[in-house]
């Protein structure tokens, strides 16, 4: 799996530090950018990997181990304890392989975890990022977080309080949409420059810069393995 602080080279990091600065020269907003390795942990999704996988296990030793023979004069086939010690024993060791899998194999545990739950784990993590950075304790309640999750393949986009009154929910909405569609065309580097320019331009048009404007967080790409 990916790791956050893996993306990016250091002269990607330096393009999208320079698009912070070049955005927050318009406007009296603070726009943090956030990448993350993941948003939840998702537990559930290594279990279900792993009951898939010692039911598969059960059903293939099922029909690949021999059945003791009932008919007169054969002897075929395996003791019947060989099935009732081998069968729980295969599965069990077929569930933790599973669940190691699953804990391990990006695209697996995403497979086996609801959309739902992915977006609402986002929507929480993102949450946290912007109150543990501070970027809600502007002066002027004019912070803005750009928050991209990489397992999950998820955007979120949080203004605060003076910045969601002024720009208004549905061009949050879009910058939103703006940074994603970048991501999912492979080029995350481009799509967090590109959003950043979109909010310094949409932002300097309802939150101007103010001459005494002090630069309250740092200007920089956060990254959070």
């Not at 949450?127 to 950075?133: A, I, S």
């Not at 481009?190 to 001459?211: H, I, K, M, T």
């Amino acid at each position: 799996m990916q790791r956050a602080s893996q993306l990016f080279t250091d002269e990607q990091r330096r393009r999208i530090d320079q698009a912070v600065v070049d955005a927050e020269a318009k406007t009296s907003a603070e726009i943090v950018p956030v990448v993350a390795t993941a948003s939840g942990r998702y537990d559930r999704a290594e279990d279900v990997v792993g009951l898939w996988l010692a039911i598969v296990t059960a059903v293939v030793l099922w029909i690949w181990l021999p059945r003791p023979g009932y008919e007169a004069g054969s002897w075929s086939g395996c003791p019947v304890m060989w099935q009732i010690v081998g069968l729980p024993a295969g599965m069990v060791a077929a569930f933790v392989l599973g669940a190691v899998m699953g804990s391990k194999i990006g695209w697996l545990r995403r497979l086996f975890t609801p959309q739902r739950e992915m977006r609402e784990e986002v929507s929480r993590r993102a949450r946290e990022v912007f109150f543990d950075n501070r970027i809600h304790h502007t002066a002027g309640a004019t912070g803005l977080l750009l928050y991209v999750s990489l397992f999950e393949h998820m955007a979120a986009v949080i203004a605060d309080q003076n910045v969601l009154e002024k720009l208004g929910q549905p061009a949050v909405d879009e910058l939103c949409a703006e940074l994603t569609n970048g991501l999912h065309a492979g080029h995350p580097t481009d799509a967090f420059c590109d959003a950043l320019a979109s909010a310094g331009r949409r932002l300097g048009g309802v939150l101007p810069r103010a001459e005494d404007d002090a630069n309250e967080l740092a200007d920089a790409l956060i990254a959070l393995d």
